[in-house]
């Protein structure tokens, strides 16, 4: 079994919340790979450097400028930061984007009505499992930035897409877990009501509660890389509260 | 042989001189290894985010903010600029620091006189050489920024130290070449004459230079890690220009 976990950007915003998540992620007793989401330090950073954040639309567009502070945060600060705190759990972190080793190709999207600039989409196919199995047989627990690269340039990619995509490069020979940790306890039936976790959630449930307008529409990407993944041959999909990494509850979903 | 080149800040604020330098260091036929220096691209950060560089005795002093900015310039903006020029050019890097697979461990530099903050010494002999040659056996160039850690935190630290401490660790199963790039041809009889190269430089020659005043001070450091690499098994050991990295030319340290 391998253990894939996505941890959120309010998580590594909040340095406690952070280091109780990392102490958790390395009682992980399988083979695990971490990806970590950007946050706001970025926009912070772009703040104080006197760059406004480019939105459209409520997206963020990644212009020259702002993948420059994208790389500087995400896999200079954040990813260094996680890496080093886990060295200190005696845990072998190593810290990577989608360009080293050549592991996360992706395309750079195609301009339509929008101009993203520099954001990829992952070339799922491409993606080099067997350099990550390689690492993670030597003892390494791979730490992933949510940058991937294009063989021209990086791209900012979706967190969430990416711990996803690697689920899916992994599961053709491998059993895989993926777990996405985020600030809530799992999806919830009603938004104002913490505890309302939905345990388990099928696909076709999902489809009716989207209708009728229950889901978070934030929460769209998760359920949709997530059951990508599981559709893909992961064997256990789950979405479940950072502080809770090893405790049951959160929801699980199923096809 | 495996072929260790490091490269200096110069180079690395240069577009056009970087990408030449890095299509020569990609022919280098050996597996290789590239350390990459600073430049002035953190210090220009900190002026853009309003952090005044701190020095005493012209040498900067990295206290916690300082820290933060290195780690986004070199970890991120940096490292990262690199491995993607060389992953276009089919040339499979892998951008680390020595945090990352636990390469390489530090000591916090002890506080006599001067507070130096978090610089960091390194612990040669516990540099992870199996590992470095476990990704060079697996086809990866490292490339590594000029940080390491000590298990609880990261810790800035010259990259010429660097470079001759991972030659040094190698050096003892393996043929090892270190080649310290720079802007200048070599090491220079005249400072006002770049063609004034010294071709062979042994130890008593140098320190002759060094008594007769010769020797500008800020290749000291340069040379003194050169020669602890060859004196430590390194086979060869040059200093040269990085534009000229294929050619022959140069100063070599001789004993």
Redesign the interface.
């Known amino acids: 079994m391998i253990t894939i976990v996505k941890v959120g950007g309010n998580v590594i915003n909040d340095d406690l919340l952070l280091k109780k998540f990392l102490r958790d992620f390395s009682q992980i007793q399988t083979p695990k790979i971490l990806i970590h989401g950007g946050g706001k330090l970025a926009s912070d950073?772009s703040l104080?450097?006197?760059v406004t954040p480019k939105m459209i639309d409520g997206r963020r567009i990644t212009d020259e400028e702002t993948l420059?502070i994208i790389?500087?945060?995400?896999?200079?600060?954040i990813?260094?930061?996680i890496?080093?705190i886990l060295?200190?759990l005696d845990c072998?972190?190593?810290?990577?984007?989608g360009?080293?080793?050549?592991i996360i190709p992706a395309t750079k999207r195609p301009v339509n009505n929008i101009n993203y600039g520099f954001v990829g989409d992952v070339n799922v196919d491409e993606i080099n499992g067997s350099?990550i199995l390689?690492f993670l047989s030597?003892g390494?627990i791979p730490v992933f930035s949510p940058?991937t690269?294009n063989?021209?340039?990086?791209l900012n990619t979706n967190a969430d897409t990416i711990a996803a995509s690697i689920a899916i490069a992994l599961s053709s020979k491998n059993d895989v877990q993926l777990i996405y940790c985020f600030e809530k306890n799992g999806v919830l039936n009603d938004i104002n009501d913490p505890d309302s976790v939905i345990s388990d959630l099928n696909y076709p449930e999902l489809e009716k509660m989207i209708k009728n307008g229950i889901i978070h529409t934030g929460m769209l990407p998760k359920l949709e890389n997530g059951y990508n993944a599981l559709k893909a041959g992961a064997i256990n999909v789950k979405i479940k509260n950072s502080n809770q990494l090893l405790e049951h509850g959160g929801t699980e979903l199923k096809l």
């Not at 790389?71 to 600060?77: C, D, E, H, I, S």
């Not at 360009?99 to 050549?102: I, R, V």
């Not at 063989?151 to 990086?154: A, N």
């Open positions: 950073l104080k450097m006197g420059d790389v500087m945060t995400y896999a200079g600060l990813n260094k930061r890496v080093t060295q200190s072998n972190a190593i810290g990577l984007t360009a080293d080793a050549n350099q390689n030597s390494l940058l690269h063989y021209k340039t990086l």
